[in-house]
């Protein structure tokens, strides 16, 4: 068969996309790209079979196991002008326009939006705007920071201090019997701490992404406090709850959000009343608190 109708541009964006893939979701897309007819012996072959046997880009994006998270952090790391609310359609006709553009172009598609509330200044985002952003932001983290853990076989190699501002700090706060308390400033030793809970301690986070679950404030300054709560895990066993605030700013260059400080408590299970049953974990921190953090 001939090679796919792929441009270069659009061979280096797919192959983006392709390796924030589990290993099963690539293989399985892999066997419908190629109707079966390709067996392959690791992921590299997966990608290179799955790209030569794409009729074209939009096809590929169009799988089902190419989902719309997927692409929106490809673009969000490209510096992709998106709103977080946009539905999967909306972001394979961006992505496309931004592979199909040149280089001349590129820097302007970066700020041509298709939404107001998309706009630089966070003023233009609306409630809703930032609910999603809330929600879309700890989808992606955590399904990042749980993919460092070597117990779920798909490590994603872009976690790093990249994600965080130079002067980024980290608070870590944990009670398994008796409180601990930990501080780390910057950037590479805050992106090491968190990684160390995933990769050396196997710990699993999971998010209660629910209202109850999920709470935010933006201050007029830029700085969008995002608190969650959720279970943790190691293995098949639930050691207890977690509750993490974000501070979130904008970097002016390319428009993605970075991590200005973490905030993490994690409780153990001997620590939560009635012994910690499989109740959904509701954020505690008041709104006047995360205002507070705004500050």
């Known amino acids: 068969k001939e090679m796919s109708g792929l441009s270069e541009k659009e061979k280096e964006g797919c192959s983006k996309i392709l390796k924030s893939l589990s290993e099963a979701d690539?293989?399985?897309?892999?066997?419908?790209?190629?109707?079966?007819?390709?067996?392959?012996?690791?992921i590299e072959e997966a990608q290179q079979a799955i790209l030569i046997y794409s009729q074209n880009a939009e096809e590929l994006l169009k799988r089902k196991k190419v989902q719309r998270d997927v692409i929106f952090s490809y673009l969000v790391k490209e510096g992709v002008v998106v709103s977080p609310a946009a539905e999967k359609h909306l972001l394979i006709k961006r992505t496309l326009e931004y592979w199909r553009s040149d280089n001349a172009t590129a820097e302007a598609s970066r700020v041509r939006?298709?939404?107001?509330?998309?706009?630089?200044?966070?003023?233009?985002?609306?409630?809703?705007?930032?609910?999603?952003?809330?929600?879309?932001?700890?989808?992606?983290?955590?399904?990042?920071l749980n993919s460092q853990n070597p117990t779920l076989g798909q490590t994603s190699s872009d976690w790093g201090p990249q994600h965080f501002w130079e002067d980024a700090r980290?608070?870590?706060?944990?009670s398994t019997g008796e409180q601990q308390e930990e501080e780390y400033q910057g950037a590479q030793l805050t992106s090491l701490r968190l990684l160390a809970l995933a990769r050396e301690e196997q710990l699993l986070f999971s998010p209660n992404l629910e209202p109850q679950g999920l709470k935010w404030v933006a201050s007029p300054h830029g700085l969008v406090v995002v608190a969650v709560a959720g279970t943790i895990h190691r293995h098949r066993s639930c050691l207890g709850i977690f509750e993490q605030v974000f501070g979130l700013i904008r970097a002016p260059m390319d428009n993605s959000?970075?991590?200005?400080?973490?905030?993490?408590?994690?409780?153990?299970?001997?620590?939560?009343?009635?012994?910690?049953?499989?109740?959904l974990p509701t954020v505690t921190y008041e709104h006047s608190d995360l205002q507070l953090l705004c500050g």
């Open 113 to 144: 939006v298709e939404d107001e509330a998309t706009s630089s200044k966070a003023e233009q985002m609306t409630a809703g705007d930032y609910q999603v952003l809330a929600k879309q932001f700890c989808q992606w983290f955590f399904q990042l």
């Open 170 to 174: 980290l608070k870590f706060c944990y």
């Open 26 to 42: 690539l293989l399985a897309l892999n066997d419908t790209v190629t109707n079966r007819r390709i067996a392959v012996e690791n």
């Open 257 to 279: 959000w970075k991590i200005k400080f973490v905030n993490l408590k994690i409780l153990g299970k001997d620590g939560l009343e009635g012994g910690g049953q499989a109740m």
